[in-house]
Nanobody, 127 residues
Framework: QAQLVESGGGSVQAGGSLRLSCAAP????????MGWFRQAPGKEREFVSG????????YYIDSVKGRFTISRDNAKKTVYLQMNSLKPEDTAVYYC????????????????????WGQGTQVTVSS
């Protein structure tokens, strides 16, 4: 199975920024919806942000809107997550996922049922 590789995680102070990258060497990359998820200690993995395969539509959970920006480069088969104004509650392992299905939950567009996952990259935000 194709392996997605995340990079860019690290430790920052509150208010800082990080840029996550995900290399996705998939033949279907240019037609896959891509997403970022995160899992904090003791919590379930949650959807954070997603991008339509065309790049025309982006999805975010409310807690990151205005702070995180997702983008993709189909030529490089890479998806990015620019994270600004980081908060301690953003601390988690962040996972990249590919070939996801968009669905509508509780008034919000989210991605689910992704077929490919990365190993995750740790993001730690200190206060």
């Amino acid at each position: 199975q194709a392996q997605l590789v995340e990079s860019g995680g690290g430790s920052v102070q509150a208010g800082g920024s990080l840029r996550l990258s995900c290399a996705a060497p998939l033949r279907s990359f240019s037609t896959d919806n891509m997403g970022w998820f995160r899992q904090a200690p003791g919590k379930e993995r949650e959807f954070v942000s997603g991008i339509h395969w065309s790049g025309s539509t982006r999805y975010y959970i409310d807690s990151v809107k205005g702070r995180f920006t997702i983008s993709r480069d189909n030529a490089k088969k890479t998806v990015y997550l620019q994270m600004n104004s980081l908060k301690p509650e953003d601390t988690a392992v962040y996972y990249c996922a590919a070939d996801c299905t968009r669905t509508y939950v509780g008034g919000t567009d989210v991605l689910r049922n992704c077929n490919y996952w990365g190993q995750g990259t740790q993001v730690t935000v200190s206060s």
